[in-house]
């Protein structure tokens, strides 16, 4: 190999030689240990809302029980009402899940799904029931 070949060749041995040495030398990159990882401010996700929260049904009518005074309504009730119906206010309390009714000296108690009877005069469905809320289905007269 002649000298003028050899001279760009250890030219470049020497600049390869230079960068390898020169990394080598150079302090290693800070990486965060573990513990400045854990001092992180938590992130935590909202509750999302349970299968009966979600599906909790709208009463038509919502809380106006003068709305059942022809015994036609859908209602919602939440602790304790006076709803009115062709039978005079009927007293009606929700607790624990189940729905207490209240009509003259007549108490009629249901759970998620009960329906109350009142002679031929008018039916009431529970449709839903949660802890203190009930919607309720007044409907005239007795079911087919």
Same mark, same amino acid.
């Given at each position: ?68 005074? *022809? ?60 802890? *203190? ?12």
């Amino acid at each position: 190999m002649t000298p003028a070949r050899a001279l760009p060749l250890l030219a470049a041995v020497l600049a390869l030689t230079a960068c390898g040495a020169a990394e080598e030398d150079a302090p290693a990159p800070e990486t965060e240990s573990l513990e400045q990882v854990s001092e992180l401010p938590s992130m935590t996700a909202a509750p999302s809302p349970t299968p009966s929260e979600a599906a909790f049904p709208e009463a038509a009518d919502g809380q106006d029980y003068g709305a059942c005074a *022809d015994n036609t309504c859908e209602i919602l009730v939440i602790g304790q009402a006076s709803v009115d119906s062709s039978m005079g206010p009927l007293d009606v309390s929700v607790a624990d899940d189940s729905v207490t009714i209240y009509s003259g000296g007549t108490t009629m108690s249901m759970g998620e799904g009960g329906t109350a009877i009142f002679g031929d005069t008018l039916t009431i469905e529970m449709l839903a029931v949660e802890g *203190d809320r009930a919607v309720l289905n007044f409907i005239p007269g007795q079911p087919a």
